[in-house]
């Protein structure tokens, strides 16, 4: 498995890019990010190497966001 660290500055700027592509909003995208980092971080304990996990996190989050 991935350090976090490396995962980040591995993955952050795409996740970065698809939020912004889904909200059309920078600072919201920048938010979202460190959000699904976050989540990340809280459910590290089922990750499976697999980082596509990481899109569906920024989706969702996006979802919630909007919904609100």
Sequence with gaps: MED???MYKSYA??????LILLTSNVD???????ETFYQAVKSIHRYNGD???LFGY???QNIHTTTI
Excluded: H, I, P
């Excluded at 700027?13 to 698809?18: D, E």
């Excluded at 919201?28 to 460190?34: G, N, P, S, V």
């Design 4 to 6: 976090l660290g490396e």
């Design 13 to 18: 700027k795409q996740v970065k890019t698809f």
């Design 28 to 34: 919201l995208a920048e938010e979202l990010t460190q």
């Design 51 to 53: 980082v596509s996990c």
């Design 58 to 60: 920024a989706g969702l």
